[in-house]
């Protein structure tokens, strides 16, 4: 028998920022309560009291570097040892990139790595068991319209996001039985931090048409989350652009993106 739980958190990490915070917002509107996850620093703080204060629900948060390799770990001790029972999963923090691979380190692609999809996993398989005994338990996973192009200039960053959509999709059949739901969120352009800002129009007129706000993208995410939709594409251009990519082949969506985006991201022009 699962339990139903008023004191029953929703995580989200990447929390301070962007859609992870619009997320916040409107998770917080439906009387969620939540614990929110980011890096170091004093943003958390002041959106959980703002967030208590006008909508009257619990919140923890906890800052940490997920591309630390024991980071989810300590996440989910945190999470025990604050008696934060978790009941739905948002696997939002991630990073993105607009350059020729060649230009950025190693070091950059490892913690991207890291963060994109090693620490998403891990949260996912930590909280799994709790998730499992609340009936209204879902994971949503920030994945990218992105990961279902190989995109050149953006090439580690697509592919992380692809790791995200497959993932996403095989785990959600593999608990279909479970009850806990799992959706992916695959949004196109939105301008959220200074590098996004900057990158979205290198990107052409296909992904500056697609542009929408992280509140417009947070609040289409949750009402189809409550539908159970498997893949959630905020926006009819993107929906489009998602529907467009499956009469192309792989090869030819990354020549055509190749040719979009090489006059944009030429060496020491992108981040
Ligand atoms: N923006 C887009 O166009 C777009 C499109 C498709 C998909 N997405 C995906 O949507 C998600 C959110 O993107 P966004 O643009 O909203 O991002 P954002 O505005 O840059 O916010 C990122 C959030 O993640 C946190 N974060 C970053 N690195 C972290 C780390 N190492 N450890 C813990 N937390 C970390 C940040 O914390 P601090 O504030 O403390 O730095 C912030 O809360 C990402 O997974 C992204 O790939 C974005």
């Known amino acids: 028998m699962k339990k139903k739980n008023p004191d029953v958190f929703t995580l989200i990490t990447g929390a301070s920022a962007g859609i992870g915070r619009a997320l916040a917002v409107e998770g917080a509107k439906r009387g969620w309560n939540l614990a929110l996850i980011a890096l170091p620093g004093e943003k958390l703080q002041e959106i959980s009291e703002s967030l208590e204060k006008t909508y009257h629900i619990k ?9 630390d390799k024991k980071a989810p770990q300590l996440v989910h001790e ?5 008696d934060i029972q978790v009941g739905r999963l948002i696997n939002n923090a ?3 990139m607009g350059d020729k691979f060649s230009s950025l380190p190693y070091e950059f692609y490892e913690k991207m790595m890291l963060l994109n999809m090693v620490s998403l996993v891990c949260l ?3 909280f799994l068991p709790e998730l499992g005994k609340y009936p209204t338990a879902f994971i949503l996973n920030s994945g990218s319209l992105a990961g279902f192009y190989p995109s050149p200039y953006k090439t580690v960053y697509a592919a992380s996001k692809s790791f995200v959509n497959m993932f996403s999709l095989a785990l959600r059949e593999e608990l ?9 969120l695959c949004p196109g352009s ?3 931090n200074d590098a996004v800002k900057k990158r979205i129009p290198k990107n052409g007129y296909l992904a500056r048409a697609a542009v929408l706000s992280s509140e417009r993208v947070a609040r289409i995410a949750l009402e189809k989350l409550e539908k159970g939709k498997a893949i959630i594409i905020p926006g009819f251009v993107n929906k489009l652009y998602y529907f467009l990519g499956y009469a192309f082949p792989f090869k030819l969506r990354a020549k055509f993106l190749s040719r979009l985006f090489r006059k944009y991201y030429i060496s020491g022009n992108g981040n």
């Open 59 to 67: 919140t923890k948060f906890f800052e940490i570097d997920l591309t």
């Open 78 to 82: 945190w999470c025990q040892k604050m």
């Open 94 to 96: 991630g990073v993105g």
């Open 124 to 126: 996912t398989r930590l």
């Open 176 to 184: 279909c039985q479970s009850g806990i739901s799992v959706s992916v």
């Open 190 to 192: 939105v301008p959220t």
